[in-house]
């Protein structure tokens, strides 16, 4: 594993979306998987939850799953989850799990969500592939990831993002029935972009050289974080509607898909 990627992995916890007021548009829109997208999956079924940070969405997904796993390569956020969320959820447990590979037998779960995660992989389709052999016949994959025709600027704590057409490659070559969708945002969740792909362009047009593409990502972490939480604070300010967004905000369609915030993926293996 290279020292970049360890640095980064270092410091990945700051990319998890906190539920702060000033990152309230971020965090519903992660929501916005677990509220909505999931849940007629997930009901009455074995789960597992691949790459799933500090769990809530897991947790939230434990209200309707008959038994649930969250997987994350992090064993310490792994061990405050099984802490935090033990009493609470008899239905749900927390693995460490370095992806891939996917640590369980064959055929051994009816879904399996991963959720803004395998953007982070450098091993993408070998995790699909194992998502496909985890699962039993008639299971689904839920995925979703961010669309890099939406992307503004290089985030270091991505290793690829997709456009629709590489994502149905890649999900092909694993799985022979699947759909993709592309997440959009009502009029105040747009407003709201508009501000910020404003905010990110006076902030690259001093970025002359495109450095920020050309340096090595453990370089990229600090400065990232520090002026995305500052983006964030300042529209929280400028954009009325920022914490009044919740996850109903946000909703999927099939059209004009390149438009989309994120790619949301079904994939079934038959």
């Not at 360890?6 to 990945?12: D, S």
């Not at 803004?116 to 008639?138: C, M, P, S, T, Y």
């Not at 689904?140 to 290793?159: E, G, M, Q």
């Not at 920022?242 to 909703?251: E, L, V």
Request: proline residues 4%; glycine residues 4%.
């Amino acid at each position: 594993m290279s020292s970049d990627t360890l640095e980064k992995r270092a410091a990945a916890d700051y990319e998890r979306p906190a539920n702060v007021d000033y990152n309230n548009v971020t965090y519903q829109r992660c929501q916005f998987a677990y509220d909505h997208f999931a849940t007629p999956y997930v009901a009455g079924k074995k789960v597992l939850d691949v790459g799933c940070g500090h769990g809530y969405g897991t947790a939230e997904m434990a209200k309707r799953a008959a038994d649930i796993t969250g997987i994350d390569y992090s064993e310490p956020i792994v061990e405050a989850n099984n802490l935090r969320y033990a009493n609470a959820f008899p239905n749900l447990r927390f693995v460490q799990n370095e992806v891939p590979p996917i640590n369980f037998p064959d055929e051994s779960f009816d879904v399996v969500t991963s959720f803004q995660f395998i953007e982070h992989l450098e091993e993408r389709r070998e995790f699909i592939k194992e998502a496909h052999r985890v699962l039993r016949r008639g299971g689904v994959l839920l995925l979703s990831t961010p669309n890099v025709k939406r992307s503004l600027a290089r985030n270091p704590f991505h290793v690829h993002e997709y456009d629709f057409d590489e994502m149905k490659s890649e999900i092909a070559s694993a799985f022979k029935e699947f759909e993709l969708f592309g997440l959009a945002g009502n009029e105040k969740v747009e407003e709201y972009y508009r501000k910020n792909a404003e905010w990110a362009r006076r902030i690259l047009k001093w970025d002359v050289f495109g450095l920020h593409k050309l340096l090595p990502a453990s370089l990229l972490v600090k400065p990232y974080n520090f002026i995305t939480n500052l983006m964030r604070k300042d529209l929280s300010k400028s954009v009325a509607a920022t914490t009044q967004i919740t996850s109903d905000d946000f909703y999927l369609r099939k059209t004009d898909l390149d438009a989309t915030l994120d790619i949301f993926v079904v994939a079934k293996k038959i």
